[in-house]
């Protein structure tokens, strides 16, 4: 039971990262790009998590959480980024 | 070149003492299970990059009281210094060394010369990273 669980959420989150993508390749204006990067980073630890249930391995936790703390400084860089851009 | 939001200064101050803690425990664990000196030293650095996006690269500057070149520099030291003990010994250059210190009650404080080398590349990646982002917001 547990392991289609786990294959439908392995599913789902690509459906999620391949939609990511796209909003991230089309997207009209730099804030969805940045907004598709975040959840792209998003779906990711998702995925690191559930592999950690998947092989039961508890040092996947710490990569998630590495990749939690972490990612969100992209979001901030780039809201800088922007910020500073729309100045000048 | 400091942001006044107070979302994330109320949100870096609750970050990155976790952030450090958890560098730290990468560090020590690195040894036998994933983690090491090179991915402590990335997180710690993320931490201070936080605290420079919101409090700015002066006041990071007085939080880490020793320019960030020193670390590294000291954290090459901390490399070099890892050689000596193996050097002493009369083995090759780098080899492992393990002491066992008794602690009180049972148990032991395993050291080596891994976690001194691990501790050098800590301070060498988060003086490295230190340097290139303040470097990068100063200019």
């Not at chain 1, 998590?49 to 901030?76: K, M, N, Q, Y």
């Not at chain 2, 148990?107 to 290139?132: E, H, N, R």
């Amino acid at each position: 039971m547990l392991s289609i669980a786990i294959d439908v959420v392995y599913f789902m989150l690509s459906l999620a990262l391949l939609f990511a993508f796209i909003r991230l390749t089309r997207g009209p204006s730099l804030p969805d790009r940045v907004v598709a990067l975040e959840l792209i980073a998003s779906v990711v630890f998702g995925y690191v998590g559930v592999h950690a249930i998947d092989t039961g391995v508890s040092s996947f936790l710490d990569v998630a959480i590495v990749i939690a703390l972490t990612a969100f400084l992209a979001a901030i860089g780039f809201a800088r980024f922007v910020e500073r851009g729309a100045k000048e | 070149m400091k942001s006044n939001t107070l979302i994330l200064r109320t949100a870096a101050l609750a970050i990155m003492p976790l952030q450090l803690m958890f560098s730290v425990f990468l560090l020590l664990r690195g040894h036998d299970e994933p983690g090491g000196g090179f991915i402590g030293g990335l997180v710690a650095a993320s931490a201070f990059v936080l605290y420079a996006f919101s409090f700015g690269v002066g006041s990071t500057r007085k939080l880490l009281r020793v320019s960030p070149k020193d670390l590294l520099a000291v954290g090459l030291l901390f490399g070099l210094a890892s050689t000596i003990p193996s050097l002493l010994a009369g083995e090759a250059m780098l080899t492992a060394m393990w002491w066992q210190l008794p602690l009180p009650g049972e148990g032991y404080l395993k050291l080596s010369t891994v976690l001194v080398f691990d501790i050098g590349v800590y301070l060498a990646v988060l003086g490295t990273l230190m340097t290139f982002v303040i470097g990068l917001m100063e200019s």
